[in-house]
């Protein structure tokens, strides 16, 4: 086997390299606390369902996945191939590149969720909403869950600050992102002294999938 080769399809698009490892469909389901999977280089998708809803963690310990979400959700856990089918590709080293037994990870999009509860005192609750899609059925997998505090006078003097964590809801063509749910309180403390939200962090990726007829 030459190194660096590539499968293209008829299209010219490109479907096996073996320079990177392609990520496959391994596990699909519905949770409302946690679940634990098998796996070895995962990448997770949810799409909420009742309410907005994140991935609280994930955890790879000894080839096992422990994931915990806020709320009920339809999980997408997309993995190295590991099934044997009709069709197989191995990299230069022996390593499992591709699959035909596997559904393959087809990310369709990638929006940049900005800074949008900087707009007014209410804006981190009122949210911010993509629709750049079709109508269709889709799950979502943040670079990373964004943290902001809102502050506001404590009843009796002082402040207190209330840390809340940014949380997704699906739309037929797109989706909603909002902080909108009061959590942890920190009574006399807040990061500014001042009536307002705030958040530190930068803008986050939100990458997005199809996954029409998996469930």
Not at 154 to 167: D, N
Not at 191 to 197: D, G, L
Request: charge should be negative; hydrophobic fraction near 45%; charged fraction near 10%.
């Amino acid at each position: 086997m030459s190194a660096g080769f590539q499968v293209m399809s008829g299209a010219s698009e490109l479907i096996v390299d073996s320079s990177s490892i392609n990520m496959f469909l391994r596990h699909a389901g519905v949770a409302n606390t946690d679940v634990t999977v098998p796996a070895v280089d995962p990448v997770v998708f949810i799409r909420p369902l009742a309410n907005p809803c994140y991935l609280r963690l994930a955890n790879l310990v000894n080839g096992q996945l422990q994931l915990s979400f806020r709320n009920t959700c339809e999980y997408y856990v997309f993995d190295r191939p590991v099934e044997p089918s009709f069709l197989d590709a191995f990299n230069e080293s022996g390593a499992q590149i591709f699959t035909a037994a596997q559904r393959p990870l087809d990310i369709i999009g990638s929006v940049t969720i900005p800074a949008y509860y900087e707009a007014y005192r209410l804006a981190f609750q009122d949210g911010w909403t993509y629709s750049g899609l079709v109508s269709g059925k889709y799950a979502y997998n943040q670079s990373y869950i964004r943290q902001g505090f809102n502050c506001q006078p404590y009843v009796g003097g002082g402040w207190i600050s209330y840390l809340v964590m940014e949380t997704l809801a699906p739309s037929p063509n797109g989706f909603w992102a909002s902080f909108n749910e009061w959590s942890t309180p920190f009574i006399g403390w807040a990061p500014i002294y001042a009536n307002a939200f705030v958040s530190y962090a930068p803008s986050v990726e939100v990458s997005i999938i199809d996954v029409a007829g998996i469930l």
